[in-house]
């Protein structure tokens, strides 16, 4: 009952079976065990993301990238939840940092580039409709 990983693990497979309440309240008891671990903060915001709750999701990404500044999937994920808030600006510059700390890293098999050149076709976009 005491290990923020176990509960961040629960919570992660219950999202992988759609049981999207009880994994928000596992990775919820991971952070109240826990505490600031960025992952979790992750996990937590996939969670969100799937129960289509797109504010909150923006925060758990959010809160991860304060947690962990130099996580390039923390940055990746939180672009993505901004992206689909219409956020579009904002997500890119998660995005281009999120790939920049991923490919410093290595081995990074992300599909960030092309979430980076979706993002700038929405812009494109928008800035073309824009009077």
Not at 65 to 74: E, H, I, K, V, Y
Not at 91 to 97: G, H
Request: glycine fraction near 10%.
């Amino acid at each position: 009952p005491d290990s923020g990983g176990v509960w961040r693990s629960l919570g992660t497979a219950l999202r992988q079976v759609d049981e999207l309440s009880a994994s928000l309240e596992a990775l919820d008891r991971s952070i109240a065990v826990q505490g600031g671990h960025a992952a979790t903060h992750v996990e937590r915001g996939l969670t969100l993301v799937a129960m289509e709750r797109g504010d909150e999701a923006v925060e758990a990404f959010g809160e991860a990238t304060r947690l962990a500044p130099d996580s390039a999937t923390a940055h990746c994920e939180l672009g993505r939840a901004l992206q689909r808030a219409g956020r579009l600006d904002e997500a890119l510059v998660a995005l281009r940092r999120g790939h920049e700390l991923g490919q410093a890293a290595g081995r990074w098999t992300n599909p960030s580039a092309q979430w980076i050149a979706e993002c700038e076709a929405l812009i494109r976009q928008r800035d073309a409709i824009r009077p």
